[in-house]
Nanobody
Framework: QVQVVESGGGLVQPGGSLRLSCAASGSIFNIYMGWYRQAPGKERELVAGITRFGVTNYAYSVKGRFTISRDNAKNTVYLQMDSLKPEDTAVYYC???????????WGQGTQVTVSS
């Protein structure tokens, strides 16, 4: 079982930056890690994902603005968010999907609010 805890959310002005962190309870080497978000009244959506070898994928709406990275030695995944827009406001969740299993794990979420 994997436990993940997000941190780094907050209030930021449009055009600003935030970095989210996701700390896992154990090794993340064999785990696909992803960041999702859910805005009020909307479905949860994938924002960015990263494989154990560092291959990344992004939602079209955040390409060029967000960067996902991982530090396997620290069992931590990051989401650097730049040029933030009000439409990025949401609760951001970290997801850990171990390879070879049908189970994935979610954090409790961290609120990101982009507003002037």
């Amino acid at each position: 079982q994997v436990q993940v805890v997000e941190s780094g959310g907050g209030l930021v002005q449009p055009g600003g930056s935030l970095r989210l962190s996701c700390a896992a309870s154990g090794s993340i080497f064999n785990i696909y890690m992803g960041w999702y978000r859910q805005a009020p009244g909307k479905e949860r959506e994938l924002v960015a994902g990263i494989t154990r070898f560092g291959v990344t994928n992004y939602a079209y709406s955040v390409k060029g603005r967000f960067t996902i990275s991982r530090d396997n030695a620290k069992n931590t995944v990051y989401l650097q968010m730049d040029s933030l827009k009000p439409e990025d406001t949401a609760v951001y969740y970290c997801n850990a999907a171990p390879l070879g299993t049908a189970t994935d794990y979610w954090g409790q979420g961290t609120q990101v609010t982009v507003s002037s």
